[in-house]
């Protein structure tokens, strides 16, 4: 007898999905269900928190149809580095990029929203924990929602669908190897 979760006979049903750990590969594997999902002629997403448009894979999604990357307009560096008043700016940049992820999804009938290091964003109080609990538990029935970063919290693990952790036994950072171009970014 084939054992049935809550999914059974919902495959229309959007699921919430999460990346997340200590290792390297969130973001690769959120953008490989952004180019099995476009493969599909489903419309994706995407939003990327605490990261610049300097990357690899935000020149080739560019050019994928049916995917739309939100420019990253402003960068800060990183959250260890910055003053108060630059973690306040970026708070609000943040905030306001996030909803602005979720109102371009319902504007474009896509069917798969990713939040790149979201995780990350409310773990540093720039984004809402709250606000992105609310959004998931009210997002449209067929949408599918990626987040990534780190250290998802108890709430946001319950109402997840999928949690998929990567962790990292090795890495070349740590022996003093700085992030490459087109491996790392």
């Not at 605490?50 to 990253?72: F, H, Q, T, Y």
Request: charged share 30%.
């Amino acid at each position: 007898m084939a054992e049935t979760g809550k999914l059974s006979g919902k495959a229309s049903r959007g699921c919430i999905h999460i990346y997340c750990g200590d290792g390297k590969g969130k973001t690769t594997a959120a953008l490989g269900l952004a180019l099995r999902a476009a493969g599909r002629g489903k419309k994706v997403v995407i939003a990327r928190f605490l990261k610049n448009d300097d990357s690899g894979e935000v020149r080739a999604l560019k050019g994928v149809p049916g995917i739309r990357v939100i420019p990253c307009e402003k960068a800060f560096g990183f959250f260890r580095f910055m003053t108060e008043e630059e973690k306040k700016e970026a708070g609000e940049y943040y905030e306001a990029l996030f909803f602005r992820a979720w109102e371009e999804a319902a504007e474009s009938e896509c069917r798969l929203l990713i939040l790149d290091e979201i995780l990350a964003a409310c773990n540093h109080r720039l984004v809402s924990e709250r606000q992105l609990i609310r959004q998931l538990e009210t997002k449209p029935p067929g949408l599918e929602v990626v987040l990534t970063g780190r250290d998802p919290w108890g709430e946001l693990l319950d109402l997840a669908d999928y949690v998929s952790e990567i962790k990292k036994r090795k890495h070349p950072y740590d022996q003093g190897l700085e992030a490459r171009e087109g491996i790392e970014y």
